[in-house]
């Protein structure tokens, strides 16, 4: 081909061939030989592609072919598996009916049986009746007769001449030659004296022989066979047990003798089963194990439960506050009844103690011996910072912009302030070193630094309040991350890590009347657990009465603490555990996995009400005072169509009344922290102090909230009444020691301003408000009534009040 192409070529440029050099032509030489071997290789690769494809349209083909096969292989076994189950099916459906039928069947025969052999006890009565009635007619009154007693009468002397040995045919017959004058069921009419033993004749003989019938020829008079050696008594049990007498053999006709025709094996057999029937069932029947299972079994809300009886409400003083109700009390006199003048005295005491142990530790710190005006001022502080909120103490005494404040560096340098804070102290040190040594023993005491401000404090709370019926139990969480083992974590708590306090508090207002801080596990207390003894721990029931009622969540809940409850006259209601030791563990018609929200199931164990309820998801409670359902209902929202909607949800007693007073404990948890005084520290007895203050000012709040229930607009709020308390407390410092007694309530009805002066404290007119004007407001109020009214030239609500009253 190049050749042919390369004589043109140089015809037309003018090449002859002596221009064309070795060297040219072995260049163009190994061009060709180059060019070829791609050629070459380019038809090799191009042969070998086409050889692959050819190979992979064969498997493809193959796999095709292989994948139809397999796939009519799959659809006969389908075919023939579907066969085979509809084969399956109708065998277990004949064998089921051919069953049915062989059991139906037995059960006809079972009847028959029952029916013949019953014919067949009848007849031997009969039998037996006949032979002793003409018998006793025929035979003639003799003196050493004597009437026997009846196989069926009420006498405990009954079964005397009645043998339970049937084996021997004979015995068998004298049995009944001697029952045969006088066996007689209590329908008969025999008449014969039972426990007469005169060996007269009887006068029941005389009228029978006499009431023969006249076609019958005279009966020649048989001789009595002769007395027998009594039969031992059975027991009185089995006397009971007999309640018919033994059969008597079946005669052809009603002359034969039983010496004659011996009762066959086959009729004494059924006679004695007639005699002592058998007992099916497991020795219960049948009528009393179905109730017990319906009884037993989960009920529908439907069927209708019946409530327990109420118990009284005999509380040992009237619920509420138990201090002069009459008298005005201020913040700082209801705050001075938790932290007492004995108590103060006790902390400066241990705290001017710790402070000289400190300094002969050889610390350098200014101490002079804390006074009761310095420990007020010091609480003042303290309350302040829940108020007012900074990180750090020294914050408060700062000049400069935005911490410029004026208190508390008018009232106590911060000097003072950190040494009396480092210094505190609630326990006597040298009894702490004691305390110490007793370290790993039984007699060492975790919580002895605030033994003497905890145990006051406990006292204070259960003295000056009673609790209203309904009360609950639940932990309450104080911050801390000290290296201390009293410290525990509770995940489900927003504060997850501090020390665990068990309070009972007041569900309706929330006053916290007893607590105890748990210490943790020890090996020197042994007994029941923590769930049960915290309860009766905290329910001192010669303080508390009778009739209350108790509400606390599934780790306290237990039918045996419940029980316990109630044979001490004190209702429990709580969610429960369903693996608690008690609960019933049935499953008949239990509460279905997809059940709709407001499904429930109730059962009743004595007087123990369990009930599982289906709200977002299944919640389970125990009660020893609802019924299961009176027809509550509740409003929860549903998303149905990407829309919102209110649903109405029925919903048990037991729920609705737990989810109003369960809230006791978070109701005072809430209102603590609002304004805490709680600080980090590096004593762990110090976040007891900070935290027993907060238990102090609370409950004095809500005693305060009590005492004007009946006036609310006399009554402070949270905020007012810690800011009231502050001021009393910076000015009980200027004179410590001041008649700390309330003051007696004002006897006549007065106009007296709210506040200093007419223009502060004004407040909205009582009657001016309830004649529908919320606008006016008055700075004067009645000092005994304590109802704010106006008192100026134009209206005077003062004088109309107290004249409509």
């Known amino acids: 081909m190049s050749s042919l192409n390369s004589a043109p070529v140089k015809e037309e440029v003018g090449w002859t061939e002596k221009h064309v050099s070795g060297q040219h032509g072995e260049k163009d030489e190994r061009h060709r030989a180059v060019k070829r071997k791609r050629n070459a290789v380019r038809i090799k690769t191009e042969k070998d592609y086409e050889l692959i494809t050819v190979k992979k349209e064969e498997n493809v083909k193959e796999e095709n072919e292989e994948f139809k096969v397999n796939a009519e292989d799959c659809s006969v076994k389908k075919e023939k598996d579907k066969f085979d189950d509809v084969t399956v099916k109708e065998e277990r459906t004949h064998f089921r009916v051919k069953e049915e039928e062989d059991n139906a069947q037995v059960d006809e025969e079972f009847v028959m049986v029952k029916k013949q052999i019953e014919s067949e006890d009848l007849t031997i009565l009969s039998s037996r009746k006949k032979r002793s009635a003409k018998e006793a007619l025929a035979r003639q009154p003799d003196e050493s007769w004597t009437t026997s007693v009846p196989a069926d009468s009420d006498s405990d002397d009954e079964d005397l001449l009645l043998r339970e040995d049937k084996s021997d045919s004979d015995n068998i017959n004298e049995d009944y030659r001697i029952q045969s004058p006088t066996v007689a069921s209590k329908g008969d009419d025999y008449s014969g004296d039972e426990s007469s033993t005169s060996a007269a004749p009887q006068p029941q003989l005389d009228r029978s022989t006499e009431a023969q019938p006249e076609h019958l020829p005279p009966q020649p008079q048989r001789p009595l066979p002769p007395a027998e050696t009594p039969l031992p008594q059975p027991g009185r049990s089995a006397r009971r047990h007999r309640s018919a007498p033994l059969p008597q053999p079946r005669f052809s006709s009603d002359t034969d003798s039983p010496e004659e025709r011996p009762e066959p094996e086959r009729k004494r057999k059924a006679s004695s089963k007639s005699a002592h029937p058998r007992k099916r069932g497991g020795g219960r029947p049948q009528r009393v194990r179905e109730e017990e299972e319906e009884e037993e079994m989960w009920h529908n809300r439907e069927e209708q439960d019946e409530r327990p009886d109420p118990i009284r409400f005999l509380p040992i003083r009237p619920p509420g506050p138990t201090i002069n109700r009459t008298a005005s009390w201020s913040p700082l006199q209801l705050f001075q009844l938790f932290f007492s003048t004995s108590v103060l005295r006790t902390i400066i005491a241990n705290t001017n103690r710790n402070a000289a142990k400190r300094l002969r530790s050889g610390l350098k710190f200014t101490w002079v011996p804390l006074t009761m005006k310095e420990l007020y001022i010091f609480l003042a502080i303290v309350l302040y910072s829940g108020l007012v909120s900074v990180h750090e103490w020294g914050t408060y005494w700062r000049k400069n912009h935005p911490y410029n404040f004026r208190f508390p560096a008018d009232s106590m340098t911060r000097n003072r302030f950190e040494a009396i804070m480092w210094s505190l102290h609630l326990s ?231 989810n109003q007073n369960m809230g006791g404990v978070a109701l005072s948890d809430a209102l603590i922290g609002y304004y805490s005084v709680h600080h980090k520290t590096t004593k762990w007895y110090k976040t007891f102090f900070f935290h027993f203050i907060d238990i102090a000012v609370v409950n004095s709040f809500l005693l305060h909230k009590e005492l004007h229930k009946n006036n609310p607009t006399m009554s402070y709020t949270q905020k007012k009444f810690r800011e009231k308390l502050l001021v009393e407390m910076l000015n009980f410092a200027k004179d410590p020691e001041p008649n700390t007694s309330p003051q007696p309530a004002p006897k006549s009805c007065m106009p007296e301003y709210i506040g200093n002066d007419a223009t502060k404290d004004r407040k909205h007119c009582k009657r001016c408000l309830n004649a529908g004007n919320s606008k006016v407001k008055t700075p004067v109020h009645c000092r005994k009534c304590r109802v704010p009214l106006c008192l100026t030239s134009q209206r005077n609500c003062f004088r109309d009040w107290h004249d409509s009253m």
């Open 428 to 658: 006597n040190p040298d009894e702490d070193e004691d305390n110490n040594s007793k370290k790993g023993t039984a007699g060492y005491d975790r919580l002895f630094k605030i033994k003497p401000l905890y145990t006051e404090m406990t006292n204070a709370c259960k003295s000056h309040f009673q609790p209203y019926k309904n009360i609950a139990i639940d932990e309450r969480m104080v911050g801390s991350k000290a290296r201390i083992t009293t410290k525990q974590y509770m995940k489900a708590k927003p504060i997850k890590w501090g020390y665990k306090l068990i309070v009972l508090a007041d569900s309706q207002t929330g006053y916290t009347w007893n607590f105890f801080v748990y210490e943790g596990k020890s090996v020197f207390t042994p007994g029941k657990e923590l769930s049960y003894t915290s309860v009766m721990d905290l329910m001192p029931f010669p303080l508390l009465g009778r009739g209350y009622t108790l509400f606390v969540d599934n780790f306290y809940s237990s039918p045996a603490l419940f029980e316990e409850l109630h044979r001490r006259n004190t209702g429990a209601c709580g969610t429960v555990r369903t693996n608690r030791i008690g609960f019933v563990d049935n499953k008949r018609n239990n509460l279905p996995k997809n059940a709709e929200q407001g499904d429930l199931r109730w059962m009743r164990k004595d007087i123990l009400l369990f009930i599982k309820w289906m709200d977002t998801r299944e919640v389970t409670m125990c009660s020893s005072v609802h019924a299961a359902f009176s027809g509550k209902t509740v409003n929860r929202k549903v998303k149905k169509g990407g829309v919102w909607q209110t649903k109405t949800v029925p919903i048990p007693d037991a729920v609705a009344d737990y």
